[in-house]
């Protein structure tokens, strides 16, 4: 029987657009590695009915932010007895909240740098300025303050001074109810990416340099922006221990297929920033870049990932 795989893709998130890239090249991939029957699915509307006419066999997931990495999709996709790549319902659940994950690499022993929480019911109850000054008190400035469920630079304000910080929780708490304000870390930006399920393993790291200083939406998926430079210009122990943590951290959240780990990294420490279960598969995209770097192909990629969906 011919497999017949559905790449679940473009969805409701704010973060549509990247989903739509994703999923276009995860298509033209499944077919590179020999997948001859293959359809597109826009999560967009209609998402049951469409994966009750396609019949489909096992679910590629290509959806990025709410709906399709909040284990809510995941789901459904149990719940209709579809396999699908990635991790399960808890995993994509606690991993999307940036606190979730932090709360959870703090109880793993995984340096994290200090943060604080602002609620929407905070702000509601006690009012933003009194919010924003008990955050300046608590984690102070430089910081970034975090719309807590997005991805992709998303809902993100680096704050230099204390005026600007009431702004910046405003700015987040449009796309999110919770908002994470961390301390501002200067060091090299490393990614790790993570693939397996019961014995996971490293890719090789990636140092990301931008070309404005700071990675944001328009250097991740603009070509020339940014600089994915394999391997980091570390020392190896320090990039083993790197990727030490980045699988102890995927394996505490019960993550399985893929995942990606962020980290900054100064002279004298390493601090895990969040974990992403669903990464990007566009062209600039970090993962496809590490398993590149590592002998993997794209179209051997996606084929990794669909065989180790199927071992559930």
Excluded at 3 to 14: E, H, P, W
Excluded at 106 to 127: A, D, Q, W
Aim: with cysteine; hydrophobic share 45%; charged share 20%.
């Amino acid at each position: 029987m011919t497999l017949k795989i559905g790449v679940i893709y473009g969805g409701r998130s704010a973060e549509r657009e990247v989903s739509l890239r994703s999923g276009e090249a995860v298509y033209q991939a499944l077919l590179a590695a020999g997948y001859s029957n293959v359809v597109k699915i826009d999560a967009k509307e209609n998402l049951v009915e469409q994966l009750k006419t396609n019949n489909i066999d096992l679910a590629f997931l290509a959806l990025h932010g709410k709906y399709g990495e909040d284990g809510t999709i995941q789901g459904l996709l149990e719940m209709l007895d579809i396999p699908y790549t990635g991790s399960g319902v808890l995993a994509s659940a606690m991993a999307i909240s940036k606190i979730t994950s932090k709360k959870i690499f703090l109880l793993e022993g995984i340096p994290t740098p200090s943060f604080t929480v602002v609620t929407r019911r905070e702000v509601n109850k006690h009012g933003l300025a009194a919010a924003s000054a008990r955050v300046l008190q608590e984690v102070g400035v430089p910081a970034v303050v975090k719309a807590n469920t997005q991805g992709s630079t998303i809902g993100i304000t680096f704050v230099h001074s204390a005026d600007k910080m009431s702004e910046a929780i405003t700015s987040a708490l449009n796309y999110d109810q919770d908002v994470l304000i961390e301390e501002f870390i200067t060091g090299m930006e490393v990614t790790a990416s993570v693939l397996g399920n019961e014995d996971p393993v490293a890719l090789p790291l990636i140092e990301i340099t931008s070309a404005k200083g700071i990675y944001d939406y328009e250097a991740k998926y603009t070509p020339g922006m940014s600089d994915h430079i394999i391997p980091p210009r570390l020392p190896e122990e320090v990039q083993r221990k790197i990727e030490s943590l980045a699988v102890k951290a995927y394996m505490a959240l019960g993550c399985r297929g893929l995942g990606r780990v962020d980290f900054m990294v100064t002279e004298s420490a390493i601090y895990a920033l969040e974990i992403n279960t669903l990464p990007g598969m566009t062209a600039t995209s970090l993962f496809p870049d590490a398993a590149r770097y590592a002998g993997i192909e794209f179209p051997q990629l996606v084929d990794r990932l669909v065989k180790l969906a199927l071992e559930r």
